[in-house]
């Protein structure tokens, strides 16, 4: 079959004229070094769809409260697990179209349109009311922000094979970094006429929607990201690919339902809930201060240390070591919760960057596999078939985590795991599963990457 534009020649490879995809492997054959100004745009278009994901859960617990719809003190989880489900259940319905639509008609379109939904929705859930609106907002926010899929296939397509794990490491990153800011400006900006008065009157539109400020913030910045994206350039290929490459990728598609950040939401949860139900009594600004240090060394170990491990130890090994790691760690904040003063800040804080580094290792090694196992044209459905599962385990993940939750502070005095100790338990029971299922027959992986 010959296509009927023109081709252009060069060496091995064929190019066509009018065709983004070529121009991107045209620039990356001129280039062989880092695509920096594209690795920029992956950085601000995934840190834009990352930061309102769980930017919510500091001061959830408050805004649920505010609500009146529970009855009392400890029924307060069950709400709140809904409305952070809400986002995980619409964005799981929807990844494998987002990524089918991204197939067809690019990525681009897909994270200009998810981008302005960051800006739209994001809005109307600060400006939430009652708990409704707030689920409705959440659930149309992540059915409507179909990113994250396209965005690794594109950090995959601008990248030269050397420097794919650089790609993932950076998606991973801003998304592990939005998803510790995100919940950090809310802790930190939430209830800003309690906080500063002296800025913030309560008649003032602060004021009165006291959740509105650090989700005003983040979808200014999203719009920013928005404007960004317009000239974000186009990698899928609209003709049919005859290189090499293409005619031997791996047709077996790497799929794992490994998602160690699945019930991550329940530290804020546990966090601000009463000393005597086994929590810390943080406040919304200490829950955020936690966070921010935790983002800091995601920060550095993803840009610095990950590309060199992954290189010598393979992505999947990667995963399998952050699996096993988490499994002691998770069992250790129960009992962290035991301490005060300095020592309960140092050790909640190490532990908190220890739960994210390793945490974002194994999805950024799962990442890595999953776009080098399927053609250019299918990336953007494995892509969203990828993110369809994990969303549906991150839906049911918040909400059954809040129920899980309540129930829990509700047996503190119980012999056999009291309190919050059922919830850590269970939390390493779901870590083991995701563990094995790093194995074979489970995780099939590319040729070019030994197990």
């Given amino acids: 079959m010959v296509d009927n534009r023109e081709a252009l020649l060069d060496g091995k490879n064929k190019y066509f004229e009018n065709c983004p995809g070529c121009k991107i492997e045209q620039l ?24 309102p994901i769980s930017s919510l859960f500091p001061f959830l ?34 990844s494998i179209l987002w990524g089918m639509i991204a197939d067809r008609y690019g990525r681009k379109p897909v994270i200009v349109f998810g981008t302005f ?18 689920i409705s907002a959440r659930f149309l926010l992540g059915s409507l922000c179909g990113i994250l899929g396209p965005m690794r296939a594109y950090a ?19 998304w592990g970094i939005g998803l510790v800011i995100g919940p950090a400006l809310g802790g ?66 790497v799929t794992s ?41 995601l920060l550095l170990f993803q840009l610095f240390l990950y590309p060199l491990i992954e290189r010598n130890l393979g992505p999947v090994m990667v995963s399998r070591i952050g699996a096993v790691l988490s499994i002691p760690l998770l069992f250790t904040y129960p009992f962290i919760a035991m301490l005060k003063g300095l020592s309960l ?22 990442f890595l596999l999953q776009n080098r196992a399927v053609k250019q044209e299918q990336r953007g459905t494995a892509n969203g078939i990828s993110m369809s599962a994990m969303s549906l385990f991150k839906a049911v993940g918040p909400a059954a985590g809040g129920s899980l939750f309540s129930w829990a502070q509700n047996r503190g005095n119980a012999f056999f795991l009291p309190g919050n100790q059922l919830v850590f338990f ?22 070019d990457t030994v197990l």
């Fill in 61 to 94: 617990y408050f805004m649920i409260r505010d609500f009146h719809i529970a009855n009392k003190e400890e029924d307060i989880g069950y709400y709140a697990g809904y409305v952070g489900s809400a986002f995980m259940f619409g964005r799981a319905l929807t």
């Fill in 188 to 253: 930190f900006l939430a209830q800003p006429a309690e906080k500063f008065p002296h800025i913030f009157a309560k008649e003032s539109l602060f004021g009165r929607f006291p959740y509105f400020l650090p989700c005003f913030l983040i979808s200014l910045f999203a719009l920013g990201v928005l404007l960004i994206s317009c000239s974000l350039p186009e990698t899928l290929h609209i003709h049919k690919r005859y290189d090499k490459e293409s005619d031997e990728v791996n047709d077996e598609l």
């Fill in 28 to 51: 990356k054959e001129t280039n062989s070094g880092v695509p920096f100004k594209h690795l920029f745009y992956v950085w601000v278009v995934v840190l834009a769809a990352a930061l």
């Fill in 156 to 174: 995959s397509e601008v990248c030269h094979k050397e420097y794919q794990a650089l790609g993932m490491s950076v998606i991973s990153t801003s």
């Fill in 257 to 297: 339902t490994c998602e160690p950040n699945a019930n991550e939401k329940i530290f804020s949860l546990w966090a601000v809930s009463p000393r005597k139900n086994g929590g810390l009594s943080y406040s919304t600004t200490d829950v955020g201060e936690v966070l921010a240090i935790s983002g800091c060394g």
């Fill in 426 to 447: 269970i939390l390493n029971i779901i870590e083991v599963i995701g563990l094995l299922m790093t194995f074979q027959p489970f995780l099939a992986a590319p040729d």
């Fill in 117 to 134: 939904s960051v800006v739209t929705f994001n809005t109307l859930f600060g400006l939430s009311t009652n708990f409704w609106v707030a």
């Fill in 345 to 366: 800040m140092l050790l909640i804080d190490s532990a908190s960057v220890l739960k994210n580094v390793l945490s974002v290792s194994i999805t950024t090694g799962l």
